[in-house]
């Protein structure tokens, strides 16, 4: 090593190894110079009683001659449980100390990892560096089975002067009380980005220690080679409800946010899973919290019922902001109905709570009975269509008890767009009158079969159990007359189309069981004065068009293509474009153009 030490001081050394085992003591130096990376080592055995001393008289220049950052510091005992002994590593640590101790300022370490007797003699060796350039700190006890502080490392809290850094623990057997200690860090996120426990072996589960730890947590793979759980410090984890019982343990946190006068104060900075998440905290800030009434932002709210037990549901509370759940997981009951009796129930509470106190527009309000999962379990192939009765009849309950919600609110729900899919006219009747006219602007509804057919005819939906759609009623809605956009994709629905109310909507998509040629003139006379309209497409399933008495009405065709095909073009009144007529097999379109398309 001294024939190279001249060399060695007067370049950059960029990182630092100190390894020692039962028989040797090694120093590893990595520094850049004009060939590149090069790497160095000395290494002293044990043949006398002076090797120890020896190897810290060239360790002891290497730190003090140290002058830049060092990237990495590693401090590493490589011997294994066996041969371990306390007595062997503690002289080595103390040595290191002092040659750290004896410099004139910090030493600049980026990245730490170190082996030590114990937690506390390992933060000795860390509050001799530079606490404003160390990212990374890592504590080594995984080659004895030994209980250890973990505690002791919170003096980092203090210590790092405001820095953030992330923070690795390699163990060998992972106990209930060191994850009661890993709580402890998690409530620093101002000094901890993430937080590694490394572990050999462990006395409990992933699921046990996830109902300890009782906050969001990653764990390896099945394919990994090591095992490990890691904690991101973000907001997300912050304002998990385990953490948010955990801040709140103090009896004097409770009994400050249990006051109304400061938790009005809290809450009006917090979104709604925020508040959700303080609300599950404790009986008094839950009472304190629903004392207040605060009102909740939802951009989202769907339901999915795609099986009969397990119902699901979504929220989005912003762009970035959603959350998903499955209900009835818990559920236990020989009888189906119990548990979908159960299912729903939870639904309906949630439903009720979460859009409570909701006085914005939601984006979306989504249903969805399909019970597709339910109606393709192996043991059942081919449903029976006493089966389709009994999901029917769910789903009449379902949206029977949404009403009873939906009509004892103090104002009308606010609602931008409506999706209700595999329902019927029926079913709609059941939440239209009730969501807020002045803020629906789009309806959408896919019948049973549509919606199976969409889902490429997984099953099939018997045909006794089809029938029209009849909107007599529904049209007559404030709800249906303002709202700008319709699509309901069913069978063929029986109302008549001049007593539908379409024409102030701007999009349209519906199958009508006729149309007729006084139809083509209503739709075209009133989209000619639309200020709004941009497409319609109406399939049918009959037709008593004649072609001369519609040519007669409207005026003769900008082109034939067929017997059953043809197009026409009109000036709109209100702007330059141009309604575009189209008319084929089933399908009578609308559309709107900037120019007449000329065809060869």
Not at 550 to 555: E, Q, V
Request: charge should be positive; include cysteine.
């Amino acid at each position: 090593m001294t024939q190279n030490y001249s060399r060695m001081a007067t370049s950059s050394i960029t990182s630092k190894g100190i390894f020692y085992s039962e028989q040797t003591l090694k120093c590893e130096l990595y520094f850049n110079d004009p060939f590149g990376k090069q790497s160095f080592e000395y290494k002293e055995t044990r043949k006398n009683n002076d090797f120890l001393k020896n190897f810290v008289e060239n360790l002891e220049k290497i730190i003090n001659n140290q002058a830049g950052l060092v990237n990495s510091l590693k401090i590493k005992y490589s011997g294994l449980e066996e041969n371990y002994k306390k007595e062997k590593l503690d002289p080595v640590i103390t040595q290191i100390f002092k040659c750290l101790e004896s410099r004139k300022d910090l030493l600049q370490v980026k990245r730490l990892s170190i082996d030590a007797v114990d937690m506390s003699q390992a933060m000795t060796v860390v509050k001799l560096l530079d606490p404003s350039v160390l990212k990374k700190v890592e504590f080594g006890f995984e080659n004895r089975d030994e209980k250890i502080d973990i505690e002791d490392a919170l003096a980092l809290v203090k210590w790092n002067e405001g820095q953030r850094m992330k923070l690795v623990f390699k163990l060998h057997t992972i106990r209930p009380e060191y994850m009661e200690s890993v709580k402890k860090f998690l409530l620093h996120r101002s000094t901890f980005t993430e937080i590694f426990v490394y572990y050999k072996h462990c006395v409990h589960d992933i699921p046990s220690l996830r109902t300890i730890i009782d906050v969001p947590l990653q764990h390896e793979s099945p394919d990994s080679k090591e095992k490990f759980i890691k904690f991101r410090l973000s907001h997300r984890l912050l304002l998990s409800a385990g953490l948010v019982k955990l801040t709140l343990s103090n009896d004097v946190s409770a009994k400050v946010l249990g006051n109304p006068l400061i938790m009005k104060r809290v809450i009006q900075s917090f979104g709604f899973w925020n508040v959700q998440r303080l609300r599950k905290s404790s009986r008094g800030i839950r009472d304190c919290v629903d004392f207040l009434k605060p009102v909740t932002h939802i951009d989202e709210y769907n339901v999915f019922f795609l099986s009969d037990i397990h119902p699901s549901a979504r929220i989005e509370t912003g762009r970035y902001w959603s959350r998903s759940w499955l209900y009835g997981k818990h559920e236990i009951s020989k009888n189906r109905n119990v548990l979908c009796q159960k299912a729903q129930d939870q639904v309906l509470h949630d439903f009720e709570v979460n859009l409570g106190r909701q006085n914005t527009c939601l984006e979306e309000l989504k249903f969805i009975f399909s019970y597709i999962h339910t109606l393709e379990k192996e043991e059942n192939p081919n449903p029976s269509i006493e089966e389709f009765q009994r999901l029917n009849q769910l789903t009449t309950q379902f949206l029977w008890k949404l009403r009873e919600i939906l009509s004892t609110r103090s104002q009308l729900l606010k609602v931008k767009v409506l999706e209700l899919l595999c329902c019927t006219d029926d079913n709609l009747m059941q939440i239209l009158p009730y969501l807020d006219p002045k803020c629906l602007k789009k309806i959408e509804l896919i019948d049973p079969r549509s919606e199976y057919g969409r889902l490429g005819d997984r099953v099939k939906y018997p045909e006794s159990m089809l029938k029209p759609f009849v909107l007599d009623e529904i049209c007559q809605l404030e709800q249906w007359k303002n709202a700008t956009e319709l699509k309901i994709r069913s069978q063929p629905i029986s109302t008549s189309i001049q007593k539908m109310n379409l024409t102030e909507f701007s999009k349209v998509w519906i199958d009508v069981e006729t149309i007729s040629s006084e139809d083509v003139l209503y739709l075209k006379d009133h989209l000619l004065l639309s200020t709004s309209f941009q497409r319609f497409i109406i399939d049918f399933k009959n037709t008593t068009i004649d072609y001369e008495t519609l040519h007669g009405l409207i005026g003769p065709p900008h082109r034939i293509f067929s017997e059953t095909s043809r197009i026409w073009f009109f000036q709109m009144e209100v702007n330059h474009q141009f309604l575009e007529v189209s008319l084929k097999r089933g399908c009578l379109r609308f559309d709107l153009k900037y120019y007449i398309r000329q065809y060869r």
